[in-house]
């Protein structure tokens, strides 16, 4: 049986994390965060005093990598992150945490190491994939591949309303500075940099609101999957 996968890239703060959520409890699919895989690698990294020394310390981190002890654990109000049993789902989501996710992923070999993990959610009915390269590079033959993305200030706007709403302090120009320095990174790291894959359905959600967003996935996954089904 060949397992449906919806893939979303983009970059960060587009709105893919929550809108791949809606996605996969609309379908009904498994969900797959591959960011937060990432922020949690490069968090466990920091921990150990080791992502200044991801080029001499190259072994150890692959280690790290492989045997991460992780869990998502399903609650009325989202998912919980465990890392090492401790709560870090709102930790993951600091700026810092995110800075440290993006060194981690121009690895290629931190990258290859968390390739296995990533594919093993690829699991029936379905499996919404929400990242910078899942479509490019982890599931290239994804049914349905949607890139998202939005202007580096309504993405800085957006997290800074988001940040203010777990109660941490932002400032605009430091998020704004951050999301152009993050994307600058992201796109022009020589393994799996982001990009839209050459079949993926682009939307721009600088002046849409989540809903309209919403309605013009679902409208492009329920072709795809037709298509499949057919």
């Not at 379908?27 to 920091?46: E, I, N, V």
């Not at 890139?147 to 302090?169: F, H, I, N, P, W």
């Amino acid at each position: 049986m060949t397992v449906q996968i919806i893939t979303i890239d983009g970059p960060s703060g587009s709105g893919k994390g929550t809108l791949a959520a809606k996605l996969a409890a609309y379908y009904q699919f498994h969900l797959l965060d591959s960011g937060a895989l990432y922020r949690l690698l490069g968090l466990a990294l920091h921990k150990q005093n080791l992502l200044d020394q991801l080029d001499t310390e190259l072994s150890q981190c692959v280690a790290i990598a492989t045997q991460l002890n992780i869990q998502f654990v399903t609650q009325p109000d989202g998912t919980q992150v465990l890392l090492d049993g401790e709560d870090v789902t709102q930790t993951i989501r600091t700026e810092r945490v995110g800075e440290y996710a993006s060194k981690v992923a121009a690895v290629p070999e931190l990258r290859t190491a968390l390739l296995a993990r990533q594919h093993a959610f690829a699991q029936a009915p379905g499996l919404v994939a929400d990242g910078r390269d899942m479509a490019t590079s982890i599931f290239p033959n994804a049914q349905a591949k949607i890139y998202l993305t939005a202007s580096a200030e309504s993405r800085a706007q957006r997290r800074v309303k988001q940040l203010q709403g777990m109660g941490l302090d932002a400032k605009i120009s430091d998020i704004l500075a951050n999301i152009q320095a993050r994307d600058k990174r992201d796109m022009e790291r020589t393994v799996a940099p982001l990009k839209p894959a050459e079949d993926a359905y682009i939307i721009d959600s600088s002046e849409l609101n989540i809903d309209e967003v919403f309605a013009l996935m679902t409208a492009y996954v329920d072709q795809k999957l037709a298509i499949c089904r057919a």
